[in-house]
């Protein structure tokens, strides 16, 4: 069997909010290098305490074994695909 190796990337944020962005940012875009990143297993956690870690994705099971692809505090319906705010 081959192994699998879990990469862990430490990166800083100010804040939490910030925190779960910069993860789902960075997630969304090494997902479109490559089909071995899981967005949905994404945490992000404090510092001085990354034992609690805080979900990013809401990672909820859809109809037709999807996952839904929104933020972990999304107030709209579950969806496959990431709503990304077009800004002018």
């Keep these: 069997m081959t192994e699998r190796w879990v990469i862990h990337l430490p ?15 960075a997630a969304r875009v090494l997902a479109r290098l490559s089909a071995r990143v899981e967005p949905g ?11 609690v870690r805080h ?9 037709g074994g999807a996952r839904c692809a929104l933020a972990v505090d999304h107030t709209v319906p579950c969806s496959r695909r990431a709503l990304w705010l077009h800004r002018p």
């Design 41 to 51: 297993g994404v945490t992000v956690s404090a510092e001085d305490q990354q034992g």
């Design 55 to 63: 979900w990013v994705f809401c990672d909820r099971p859809l109809p």
């Design 11 to 25: 990166v800083t944020a100010p804040d939490l909010l910030r925190a779960r962005i910069f993860a789902r940012t």
